[in-house]
């Protein structure tokens, strides 16, 4: 901060207009508590390595604004801030403002699973590192489905329904009126995506946009799919469960009023914290099968350097900072962040704080469904927006699976062909 | 300056130039100067530094309100959560979303505002706020529009959980964005004071510093100063007082070239000088001392009590006195008492006196033969010393005597003059003698009353210039035959303008040669004389030829008488018969024509004023207007009588004057045509010759009179009128003049005639 201070009264040495005055870096987890920890330890030590202060701030929480509010930071030029944390989903689209990594982070970059990687080099370019990994996965109360005279997880959404309906009844009977059987985000924004995508597929309906480009969307197993999750409202799940979105879902999760919990691997972390009523009383397991099988959308998060940066050298460092193993380690431990470095899901003290990482790996190199990013290109924004209100509109109510899905059916068609002619051109 | 051999010409550049570097005012100039600007620097330092101070508080001050905008977006944070918190338990969904929408619309302007204040002064640090604020400007909506929908569904469980958690966590961004900013204030507040103690230290120093070089710069500056200007003034005082002893030989070193150097340098010149003027002064008074005592007017110097103290040699000759005798002696005991002596010892007492140095004074001295010895005294104050008189004496008791004698000759000579002259101007008659060119010389009273110019006018005027009428121009021509003859002429000349009549007389002055050439001029008016010789003339004529005329209109009436009664017999008898009727008719006319014309003569012949009184013209004139008003009228002509009520009175017959004025108005109303006006006017008039006139003009509007008629109107007998016997204007004319009066008669330039009488009027003019 004195070095800013002075900075701004008096002109820099050579040496210091070339060593940048302070880094800053975008981080979606820096407002939870514990992530910030350990953030700020990893600043910690690369402050104290290179004497450059880092600066973390937050971002939009919901994506299209985020999405928005990055691509104007970087059509602007801006140069703070240097370091940008962005979705998998969202990296196709900000790739072009960001700096090829590869002379920075060559080696590390072969060190990582190479089908999470192959999100990251795009057009030749290495324009972002995986900073963890993630997929839809479930957690439920052990405690719970142990009282309701249930072993283990449930393997079907059929089982789920059942152990969901008889632990809400025994809760409700106990007194505790607020209690749901299962927590899920509902609420008409990505993660509902993710949860219906994974649902769909489960019930082997496939992925939206299929790699080949076919569309699998108007088909009944996904209307068998949406027309399940719509009975679960009002029966296992809270009636505004359409209006949760993934926090309200985790709030009431982490308060101890749901059995069951769609969610992301770190939540099993924050479940697991000193102050959790449910602490100890948590599992985490693939989401059940439709039919088709076991699946979870595959999620991520990673860190690139923007092109503005006035220090990308620097940035990229504090990049590997950040995605060391060392740091992933420490994450996977305390976060339950899933690493990208496969070797990590043997680590003794990783596998000590997460007993089901060996589950979640499988799911990850088995059962892990990507949004069709790729395949829908620059269109992807809308075709999911237009996904989330179909699927959002038949679960409310306010329309029938059939004539939705086959509007929505004709709407990517639409878009798919509109981004092509606008790539033929 | 210790410098190279210079040559002649380099050393008066040098000596030049080394003037104007070592004179004292340009140094005292730069010493000045230079503390000025020591002290001008020193200011500008510490102008400077408190410019510093200035601009390190404007920024203080900038972070300051930018810690005031993102403490209010925390604020704005905690309350959102505060107050929403509250409504949760209420559970009226419109409530908590209008509340939810209000803040959220204050949040937005609260966050704008911040960053705006942050982007004044952009800096890293400063711009990762900015990110921050811009990221929560879309966090807090986001959460807004969250909770506001879960509210909407009546999941109010979520709603309290959310604010719990979600916008907790926002909140402490905000506060840590908070201590990020308070930090930079403490940060930029102990730097700004460290820099103001920093500027208040440089400040103290500079101007300690800077007071303490020019206290410095000054002393030796006026320890310098003053040792070159004490020293040689030393040195100058010793000389100055040697000079007040006398020793004009004194000289004074000189060492360098600055303004004292050259004062001593001066003061040595002057010496020089003094010492020259001395001699000069000792030689002027040797040759003066010479000249006073070889002069023949006695000098003396007086001292204030009026003691002798000096006294020129010429005393003996002057006085009478050795010189001994006199000098010590007071001098008032030598000389008489007098006015012009007061005077003198006035002088002693006061010498700026207007006696001293001004006019000379006569005092009269006793000289020791006993004879009284006038002496005139030019007195002045001697200069320079104070009360003493120097008197210049010289004997004039010669002159005295003769002046004496000139005043009395003098005197005598100008009684002479002005009898002469009041002779000259009482003589009625005036005189005026003239010399070459008939330019006047000297005229007396009578003279200069009858030109009406003033005498300064007069004298040396031509005398054809005074007045072109007479008797001027005929004094003029006599006065140059007698010039041209030099033996007296006599003559006689009638002013026709003023009717007077002049006799003159012309002789050249014989007599001394200032005199020679001139001629006096007599002239006597001698009108009245000859208007009575006339008048006796012409009255003698008239009574003869009236008696004349009446004698023989007598003497003819009665044979006419006779004819008349037998031409009426005649007619009684024979009048019926044709044959007679004719030659009656033709006798009858002519025997009235006769008795007419016998009537006129008679008329003629009487005399004019038999019954002469004083009378007011203007009731003769309405008694004229009146006797013609039935004339007038059968002629259908208007009678105007437009005289003055007011005018003056005559001595007259006044039945004769009215028979004038109605034979006028008559024959004026006899040429006038039918509705033409006849008008009588009538003035006072004052003559040349001072007497007064009434003029009385009746004009009418008829044919006039013929050009050749008119030298011919008067005369007896003279008519163009059919049955007239030509008497009538003579008569009028005879009446006019024998009451001494004129008539003409002329053609108005309007048409017709005027007949105008003009008769002397009794007692002044009263203007």
């Not at chain 2, 003409?744 to 105008?756: C, D, F, L, P, S």
Request: proline share 5%.
């Amino acid at each position: 901060m004195a070095v800013l201070l002075a900075g701004t009264s008096c002109t820099p040495r050579a040496e210091d207009a070339r060593r940048p005055q302070t880094l800053s870096a975008v981080m979606l987890g820096y407002s939870l508590s514990q992530s910030r920890r350990l953030l700020n330890a990893s600043l910690t030590r690369y402050t104290q390595a290179t004497g450059i202060p880092v600066r973390f701030l937050p971002a939009p929480q919901r994506k299209p604004e985020r999405l928005e509010q990055y691509l104007a930071w970087l059509e602007a030029g801006a140069a703070t801030p240097d370091i940008y944390q962005s979705d998998i989903t969202e990296i196709g689209r900000l790739a072009e403002h960001m700096i090829d990594l590869r002379p920075y982070l060559g080696q590390e970059a072969q060190e990582q699973i190479p089908a999470v990687m192959a999100h990251y080099v795009i057009g030749g370019r290495l324009v972002a590192m995986p900073l963890y990994t993630d997929v839809g996965v479930l957690l439920y109360r052990t405690d719970l489905a142990a009282q309701a005279g249930y072993a283990g997880p449930p393997k079907t959404w059929d089982e789920l329904e059942k152990m969901a309906a008889r632990i809400q009844q025994r809760q409700r009977t106990a007194g505790n009126e607020a209690f749901w059987g299962f927590s899920w985000p509902g609420r008409a924004e990505d993660d509902l995506l993710c949860f219906a995508l994974e649902l769909q597929a489960a019930h082997g309906a496939g992925g939206i946009i299929e790699a080949d480009g076919t569309i699998s969307v108007r088909n009944p197993r996904t209307e068998q799919a949406l027309l399940r999750a719509r009975r679960w409202i009002g029966t296992i799940s809270p009636r505004g469960v359409t209006a949760y979105a993934a926090a309200d879902a985790g709030n009431l999760w982490y308060s101890g009023n749901a059995a069951f919990f769609r969610t992301w691997p770190h939540a099993y972390a924050i479940s697991q914290e000193a102050s959790s009523p449910i602490r100890g009383k948590v599992g985490m397991a693939a989401l059940p099968s439709g039919g088709a099988g076991h699946f979870g959308t595959l999620g991520g998060w990673q860190l690139s350097v923007s092109k503005h940066s006035p220090h990308p050298r620097e940035a990229a460092a504090l990049v590997r900072a950040l995605i060391g193993r060392d740091e992933q380690q420490v994450r996977a431990v305390q976060l339950s962040g899933l690493p990208p470095r496969l070797d990590l899901y043997e680590d003794p003290e990783i596998l000590e704080a997460n007993p089901y990482f060996h589950d979640v790996r499988d799911i990850l190199l088995q059962g892990a469904v990507p949004r069709p990013t790729v395949v829908a290109g620059r269109a992807y924004q809308d075709v999911a927006a237009a996904y989330i209100t179909a699927v959002h509109s038949v679960l409310t109510g306010q329309a029938e699976p059939q004539p939705a899905l086959a509007a929505l059916e004709q709407q990517i068609q639409r878009l798919l062909a509109a981004r092509q002619s606008h790539a033929g051109r | 300056m210790p410098a190279a051999e210079p040559t002649a010409g380099s050393l008066v550049r040098d000596q030049r130039r080394g003037t104007r570097w070592h004179t004292i005012g340009f140094r005292l100039t730069a010493s000045f100067a230079t503390v000025l600007l020591l002290m001008a620097v020193g200011s500008a330092v510490a102008l400077w530094q408190f410019q510093i101070v200035r601009r390190q508080a404007e920024r203080l001050s900038q972070v300051d309100l930018k810690a005031v905008a993102v403490l209010r977006v925390h604020t704005d944070v905690l309350t959102f959560r505060a107050n929403l918190e509250s409504l949760v338990d209420n559970g009226q969904v419109d409530r908590f979303a209008a509340e939810a929408a209000s803040h959220r619309a204050v949040f937005t302007g609260d966050v704008d505002r911040a960053i705006e204040a942050l982007r004044a002064t952009p800096g890293t640090d400063q711009l990762t706020i900015v990110r921050t604020l811009e990221t929560i400007r879309v966090n807090l909506p986001t959460q807004a529009d969250d909770v506001t929908e879960l509210a909407r569904v009546g999941e109010w469980q979520a709603v309290r959980r959310r604010l719990e958690n979600q916008i907790k966590t926002l909140s402490q961004v905000t506060g840590s964005m908070v201590e990020q900013i308070e930090g930079e204030v403490a940060r930029e507040q102990a730097e700004t004071l460290l820099g103001i103690q920093r500027v208040q230290r440089r400040a103290v120093w500079t101007l300690l510093l800077t007071g303490l070089l020019t206290l410095l710069t000054a002393a030796a500056l006026a320890t310098l100063a003053t040792r070159r200007i004490t020293r040689p003034l030393a040195r100058l005082v010793k000389g100055a007082q040697a000079l007040a002893r006398g020793d004009f030989e004194h000289q004074v070193g000189v060492s360098g070239d600055d303004e004292v150097q050259n004062m001593a340098t001066v003061f040595n010149q002057t010496a020089e000088k003094l010492r020259e003027l001395y001699g000069a002064l000792r030689r002027s008074e040797e040759y003066f001392r010479s000249l006073i005592e070889n002069a023949s007017d006695l000098i003396t110097v007086l001292g204030p009590d009026g003691r002798i103290l000096y006294v020129s040699p010429s005393c003996q000759r002057v006085m009478g006195h050795a010189l001994e005798d006199v000098i010590g002696q007071d001098v008032f005991s030598f000389i008489e008492v007098s006015e012009h002596a007061e005077n003198l010892r006035g002088a002693l007492v006061r010498p700026e006196a207007p006696t001293v140095g001004s006019r000379p004074i006569a005092l009269t001295f006793r000289h020791p033969d006993g004879s009284r010895r006038v002496l005139e005294a030019v007195v002045s104050s001697l200069p320079e010393s104070g009360a003493l008189l120097v008197v210049n004496w010289r004997d004039i008791t010669d002159r005295k005597q003769a002046e004496k004698r000139e005043v009395e000759l003098r005197k005598a000579l100008q009684t002479a003059a002005r009898e002469w002259e009041q002779t000259f101007d009482s003589i009625e008659t005036p005189i005026l003698m003239v010399r070459g060119g008939a330019r006047i010389v000297r005229l007396n009273r009578a003279a200069r009353d009858l030109t009406g110019r003033p005498f300064d006018q007069l004298i040396g005027c031509p005398l054809a210039e005074v007045d072109p009428g007479q008797p001027w121009r005929e004094a003029d021509r006599l006065a140059r035959q007698v010039s041209e003859s030099r033996t007296p002429f006599h003559g006689g000349v009638r002013d026709e303008t003023s009717g007077r009549t002049w006799d003159l007389t012309a002789g050249p002055i014989s007599g001394p040669a200032a005199d020679a050439g001139q001629v006096v001029v007599v002239a006597r008016d001698v009108t009245h004389m000859i208007e009575l010789q006339d008048s006796l003339r012409r009255s003698e004529t008239l009574s003869a030829m009236g008696t004349l005329v009446a004698g023989v209109a007598h003497e003819v009436r009665n044979p006419l008488f006779g004819i008349s009664a037998n031409l009426d017999a005649f007619e009684e008898r024979f009048g019926s018969q044709a044959a007679y009727t004719e030659t009656i008719g033709l006798l009858r006319a002519e025997l009235d024509r006769l008795v007419l014309l016998m009537n006129d003569l008679l008329d003629y012949g009487r005399p004019a004023c038999e019954f002469p009184a004083e009378e007011p013209f203007p009731d003769m004139v309405a008694q004229a207007v009146r006797a013609c008003g039935s004339l007038a009228r059968r002629s259908e002509v208007v009678l105007a009588n437009e005289v003055p009520a007011g005018l003056g009175t005559c001595v007259m017959d006044r039945r004769r004057m009215a028979q004038v004025l109605q034979n006028l108005l008559e024959n004026a109303i006899q040429h006038s045509p039918r509705g033409a006006e006849v008008l009588v006017v009538a003035s006072d008039e004052a003559g040349r010759d001072g007497r007064s006139w009434i003029t009385c003009s009746v004009r009418d509007s008829g044919p006039g009179f013929a050009a050749v008629d008119l030298p011919h109107i008067f005369e007896p007998f003279f008519t163009r009128r059919e049955g007239g016997t030509g008497l009538g204007l003579s008569i009028v004319q005879r009446i006019v003049q024998l009451h001494g009066g004129t008539i003409g008669a002329a053609n108005r330039q309007e048409g017709g005639a005027v007949m105008t009488i003009r008769v002397p009027r009794t007692g002044p003019l009263e203007r």
